[in-house]
T-cell receptor
Framework: EIVLTQSPGALSLSPGKRATLSCRAS???????LAWYQQKPGQAPRLLIY???SWATGIPDRFSGSGSGTDFTLTISRLESEDYAVYYC?????????FGGGTKVEIK | EVQLVQPGAEMRKPGESLKISCKGS????????IGWVRQMPGKGLEWMGI??????????NPSFQGHVTISADKSINTAYLQWGSLRASDTAIYFC?????FGTGSTGRLETWGQGTLVTVSS
């Protein structure tokens, strides 16, 4: 199965700053079938980005996804208070689908 | 509005059986794949398997096959995850999620999630 490694494990940033989260795959992800999810404490995950760079419904454009092959990035252009959460990448092009270990974005 | 509703919590003893549910509303339930995801305490997400309620076609992550059973009743818009014999290590939150884009070469993205069922297995 494809192993996804997310870095850093945690990120401490002030509101208004830019956050850059990385997701590296152990094999090429076919057709960029890579998604990003946000999870807040006590809540279900929420789909942010799919197809490496397409926004899910209702997701603000301060979130953006990029990358291809084995290296992918989620960027939050200007952190707002509601963005502090854990972010997971997931590949869904090779069975079984797998998730990265997550990056926690914390308030500095 | 597309919604998936799950019970909040279940508690069982080791060795007991359990079946948890996921009820869909706001869309044609039988036409979308529904998957299950495990989150152990303080840990990340693990994809367990998926079912197409229209014909009950089911696919399992090999890591979970043989220990859980996924099923669906399209007449009542409900998917299920069940265990025949629970272990303490099954203690986790279990989410159901509607998949979009399932097809050749892709299981699709997890577009709508239920709120999760906390399963606690303890003697």
């Amino acid at each position: 199965e494809i192993v996804l490694t997310q870095s850093p494990g945690a990120l401490s940033l002030s509101p208004g700053k830019r956050a850059t989260l990385s997701c590296r795959a152990s094999q090429t992800i076919s057709i960029n079938y890579l998604a990003w999810y946000q999870q807040k404490p006590g809540q279900a995950p929420r789909l942010l980005i799919y197809g490496a760079s397409s926004w899910a419904t209702g997701i603000p454009d301060r979130f953006s996804g990029s990358g291809s092959g084995t290296d992918f990035t989620l960027t939050i252009s200007r952190l707002e208070s509601e963005d502090y959460a854990v972010y997971y990448c997931q590949q869904y092009g090779t069975f079984p689908p797998t998730f990265g270990g997550g990056t926690k974005v914390e308030i500095k | 509005e597309v919604q998936l509703v799950q019970p909040g919590a279940e508690m069982r003893k080791p060795g007991e059986s359990l079946k948890i549910s996921c009820k869909g509303s706001g869309y044609n339930f039988r036409s979308y794949w529904i998957g299950w995801v495990r989150q152990m305490p303080g840990k990340g997400l693990e994809w367990m398997g998926i079912i197409y309620p229209g014909d009950s076609d089911t696919r399992y992550n090999p890591s979970f096959q043989g220990h859980v059973t996924i099923s669906a009743d399209k007449s009542i818009n409900t998917a299920y995850l069940q265990w025949g014999s629970l272990r303490a290590s099954d203690t986790a939150i279990y989410f159901c999620a509607r998949h979009l884009g399932f097809g050749t070469g892709s299981t699709g993205r997890l577009e709508t999630w239920g709120q999760g069922t906390l399963v606690t297995v303890s003697s």
